[in-house]
Structures are given as C-alpha cells and as structure tokens.
C-alpha cells in the first residue's frame, strides 16, 4: 500500500523473509543476513518478553526498506536498517529509524541506543548524526571480508518515552 506519505511501515512477519532477503542481498552483498538469521530474530519479537522490533516498508506489496531494533535490559540497539537503493535518499531511512527510537524509548522502555555505522558509509552516518547519535568507540576491523572499521554510535533516550514526534521528525543535530 503506497499513499502521500510513501510506503507504508509495519511489523516484519516470517512470510516477508524472501523479499527481506533478497534487498539483504542488494544492500549487504558481503556480509548479507542468513534465512536462519531472521528466523531466530523473528522469533524475539513476540510474546510477552519481547527483546526485538523489526519493521518492513511497503509499496504496492513489494518490500522496498526494513529495519530492527534490540533490546537488552535499557539499552537498545539498530540491528539492521536498509532501503531499496531506487528509494534512498527520500526519508524513508529515517522514518525507519524514527520509529525504532519511538519503539525504544516508549515500549521497551530503553535508556540508551547504541548501533556500529562502517567508517566510510557516508549516507547512514549522516543519517544518524541527524537523529542524535554520537560517537562513542571504534571496532578494529569489524566488518568481514574486509577488515572495515566500525564506529559505535550512541543516542540517550528520556525517560518516559517522550520521544515519539520529535523521533518522526528527525533533529538537525550535529553530533559525531
Ligand atoms: C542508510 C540508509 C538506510 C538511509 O536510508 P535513506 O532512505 O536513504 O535515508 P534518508 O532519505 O532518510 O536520508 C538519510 C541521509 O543520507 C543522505 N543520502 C541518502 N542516500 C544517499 C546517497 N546515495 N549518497 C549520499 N547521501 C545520501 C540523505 O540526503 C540524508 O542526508 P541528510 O540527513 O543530511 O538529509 C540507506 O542509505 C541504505 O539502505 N544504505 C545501504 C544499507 C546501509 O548501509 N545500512 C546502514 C548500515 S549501518
């Protein structure tokens, strides 16, 4: 379903796990998630001790952007974000990452929101400083084949899950 605001966001199903692979594959062509992968997160993402959110972005019901959420305790973390490479660069990263931090910061109930963002991947960086996170470490060689270093992001969330528009809106931050 597509409207004015673009593709519509949703929780991911196991029945999305073939289209979410193949944009995997698209946009992770190194180090691409397995089928067993999203299974076994899938498989944290209900039921009443839930640890994950995982969204999928849809367009005339073909899948075009995903992205997932962490928990572990109060801290969050981006597992995933990824969008179709015809449909980069209009907001739908962030609208995909604004809805992760509502989720964090309202439902789960999380404190903090740390990801790992490749050095040289301008775009998602960019995206992320956007929204508040800052630098706070560097992994050596964290991404295989390659041996590409990772920044570790970190973004504070207040209590009380305060953030839901500020998060859909994005901030013009410039952290990092
Ligand atoms: C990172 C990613 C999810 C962002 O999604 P998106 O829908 O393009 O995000 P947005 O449209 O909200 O824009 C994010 C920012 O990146 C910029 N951008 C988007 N595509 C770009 C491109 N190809 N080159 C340069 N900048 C780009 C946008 O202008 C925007 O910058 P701004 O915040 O200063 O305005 C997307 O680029 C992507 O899927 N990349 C490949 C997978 C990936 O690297 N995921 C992140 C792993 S940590």
């Not at 992205?67 to 179709?84: F, K, N, Q, R, S």
Request: aromatic content about 8%.
């Amino acid at each position: 379903m597509t409207d004015a605001e673009g593709p519509a966001l949703r929780e991911m199903r196991w029945w999305d796990i073939p289209g979410v692979l193949a944009l995997e594959k698209e946009l992770f062509p190194q180090d691409a998630w397995s089928e067993a992968t999203y299974w076994a997160e899938l498989a944290q993402a209900g039921g009443p001790g839930r640890r994950r959110l995982y969204l999928v972005a849809e367009s005339d019901g073909t899948l075009v952007g995903y992205a997932g959420l962490g928990v572990a305790g109060d801290t969050g973390e981006v597992m995933t974000i990824g969008v179709t490479a015809g449909r980069q660069g209009a907001g739908l990263g962030a609208r995909l990452l604004g809805a992760l931090l509502g989720a964090a910061a309202g439902p789960f109930a999380c404190r903090e929101v740390l990801l790992e963002v490749r050095v040289d991947n301008r775009p998602a960086r960019r995206l992320y400083q956007r929204f508040g996170f800052t630098r706070v470490g560097v992994r050596r060689g964290y991404y295989q084949p390659g041996n590409h270093d990772a920044l570790v992001m970190r973004r504070e969330l207040p209590a009380g899950g305060a953030l839901a528009n500020e998060a859909t809106e994005g901030e013009a931050g410039t952290h990092g």
